[in-house]
Protein backbone atom coordinates (compact mmCIF):
# COMPACT_ATOMS: atom_id res chain seq x y z
CA UNK A 1 0.00 0.00 0.00
CA UNK A 2 1.68 3.12 -0.97
CA UNK A 3 1.71 6.16 1.50
CA UNK A 4 -0.44 9.14 0.51
CA UNK A 5 -0.04 12.21 1.86
CA UNK A 6 -4.00 12.74 1.07
CA UNK A 7 -5.21 10.06 3.26
CA UNK A 8 -5.66 9.32 6.87
CA UNK A 9 -2.18 7.20 8.55
CA UNK A 10 -3.99 4.46 9.56
CA UNK A 11 -0.75 2.11 10.59
CA UNK A 12 2.20 2.92 13.40
CA UNK A 13 -0.28 3.44 16.67
CA UNK A 14 1.46 2.42 19.85
CA UNK A 15 0.04 2.79 22.61
CA UNK A 16 2.65 2.12 25.55
CA UNK A 17 0.34 2.19 28.53
CA UNK A 18 -1.08 -1.47 26.59
CA UNK A 19 3.04 -3.14 26.08
CA UNK A 20 3.74 -5.95 28.50
CA UNK A 21 6.65 -7.94 28.92
CA UNK A 22 5.64 -11.95 28.39
CA UNK A 23 7.52 -15.09 28.24
CA UNK A 24 6.55 -16.48 24.67
CA UNK A 25 5.92 -20.25 24.55
CA UNK A 26 8.78 -22.39 22.95
CA UNK A 27 8.19 -24.54 19.69
CA UNK A 28 7.03 -22.51 17.20
CA UNK A 29 9.75 -22.68 14.65
CA UNK A 30 10.01 -18.99 13.69
CA UNK A 31 13.13 -16.62 14.07
CA UNK A 32 13.29 -13.44 15.82
CA UNK A 33 13.39 -11.13 13.27
CA UNK A 34 9.66 -13.36 11.60
CA UNK A 35 8.34 -13.14 15.25
CA UNK A 36 7.61 -9.60 14.66
CA UNK A 37 4.74 -8.24 14.33
CA UNK A 38 3.03 -11.98 14.58
CA UNK A 39 -0.63 -12.23 16.35
CA UNK A 40 -0.38 -14.12 19.38
CA UNK A 41 -2.97 -15.71 22.21
CA UNK A 42 -2.59 -16.27 25.94
CA UNK A 43 -1.26 -19.56 26.78
CA UNK A 44 -3.23 -20.76 30.02
CA UNK A 45 -0.61 -23.65 30.77
CA UNK A 46 1.69 -21.01 32.62
CA UNK A 47 1.65 -17.38 34.22
CA UNK A 48 2.41 -14.56 32.08
CA UNK A 49 2.71 -16.76 28.76
CA UNK A 50 1.49 -16.29 25.01
CA UNK A 51 1.85 -18.51 22.51
CA UNK A 52 2.48 -17.68 18.21
CA UNK A 53 -1.46 -17.62 17.12
CA UNK A 54 -3.15 -20.53 16.13
CA UNK A 55 -5.75 -21.58 13.42
CA UNK A 56 -9.03 -19.86 14.90
CA UNK A 57 -7.33 -18.61 18.25
CA UNK A 58 -8.19 -15.17 19.59
CA UNK A 59 -5.54 -12.49 19.11
CA UNK A 60 -4.79 -11.32 22.55
CA UNK A 61 -2.09 -9.18 21.02
CA UNK A 62 0.75 -8.67 18.45
CA UNK A 63 4.72 -8.78 18.73
CA UNK A 64 6.38 -6.08 19.04
CA UNK A 65 9.79 -6.90 20.28
CA UNK A 66 11.73 -10.24 21.24
CA UNK A 67 14.47 -10.80 23.67
CA UNK A 68 16.20 -14.14 23.49
CA UNK A 69 17.05 -15.35 26.81
CA UNK A 70 18.70 -18.45 25.82
CA UNK A 71 21.18 -18.58 28.37
CA UNK A 72 18.11 -18.84 31.01
CA UNK A 73 16.42 -21.06 29.09
CA UNK A 74 13.31 -18.63 28.01
CA UNK A 75 12.44 -15.86 25.32
CA UNK A 76 10.71 -13.00 26.19
CA UNK A 77 8.59 -10.83 24.22
CA UNK A 78 6.76 -7.27 24.43
CA UNK A 79 3.02 -7.60 23.74
CA UNK A 80 1.02 -4.87 22.77
CA UNK A 81 -2.50 -5.76 23.59
CA UNK A 82 -4.18 -2.13 22.31
CA UNK A 83 -2.98 -0.84 18.70
CA UNK A 84 -3.27 -0.22 15.55
CA UNK A 85 -0.72 -1.70 13.10
CA UNK A 86 -0.45 -4.44 10.85
CA UNK A 87 -0.63 -7.95 11.19
CA UNK A 88 0.81 -10.36 8.51
CA UNK A 89 -2.48 -12.68 6.70
CA UNK A 90 -1.87 -15.97 5.63
CA UNK A 91 -1.39 -16.36 1.81
CA UNK A 92 -4.51 -16.88 0.02
CA UNK A 93 -6.81 -15.96 2.78
CA UNK A 94 -9.77 -13.22 1.84
CA UNK A 95 -10.10 -10.44 4.54
CA UNK A 96 -11.92 -7.32 4.46
CA UNK A 97 -12.61 -3.95 6.39
CA UNK A 98 -15.03 -4.53 9.39
CA UNK A 99 -14.08 -8.53 9.49
CA UNK A 100 -12.43 -9.19 12.99
CA UNK A 101 -8.81 -11.02 12.89
CA UNK A 102 -7.88 -14.54 14.73
CA UNK A 103 -5.59 -16.97 14.21
CA UNK A 104 -4.35 -18.57 11.20
CA UNK A 105 -1.40 -20.25 12.41
CA UNK A 106 2.08 -19.36 12.77
CA UNK A 107 0.88 -15.96 14.11
CA UNK A 108 -0.80 -15.18 10.97
CA UNK A 109 -4.44 -14.16 11.09
CA UNK A 110 -7.33 -14.40 8.96
CA UNK A 111 -10.76 -13.39 9.16
CA UNK A 112 -13.26 -14.58 12.04
CA UNK A 113 -16.09 -16.63 10.83
CA UNK A 114 -18.31 -13.72 12.63
CA UNK A 115 -17.07 -10.12 13.30
CA UNK A 116 -16.74 -8.87 16.61
CA UNK A 117 -15.60 -5.24 17.03
CA UNK A 118 -15.38 -5.30 20.49
CA UNK A 119 -12.04 -7.85 20.24
CA UNK A 120 -10.51 -6.02 17.01
CA UNK A 121 -11.79 -4.51 13.77
CA UNK A 122 -9.66 -4.84 10.61
CA UNK A 123 -9.54 -0.82 9.11
CA UNK A 124 -7.39 -1.27 6.02
CA UNK A 125 -6.60 -5.08 3.37
CA UNK A 126 -3.66 -5.20 2.09
CA UNK A 127 -1.82 -7.94 -0.15
CA UNK A 128 0.48 -9.43 2.66
CA UNK A 129 -0.97 -7.80 5.47
CA UNK A 130 -4.20 -6.07 7.21
CA UNK A 131 -4.05 -2.92 9.61
CA UNK A 132 -6.07 -3.81 13.10
CA UNK A 133 -7.66 -1.61 15.80
CA UNK A 134 -7.69 -3.90 18.94
Not at 60 to 69: A, K
Request: aromatic share 6%; charged share 25%.
Amino acid sequence: MAFNTNQVVLDGFTQHDFAFTMFLKAGHGLTDDELIGRAVTLDTTADATVEVAGDGDAVYGRIFQVEDRSQEGVVTVTVETRFRKRLKKASGTTMARGDTAVGAGDGLVKSAAAADAAKNVVLSVASEYVIVEQ
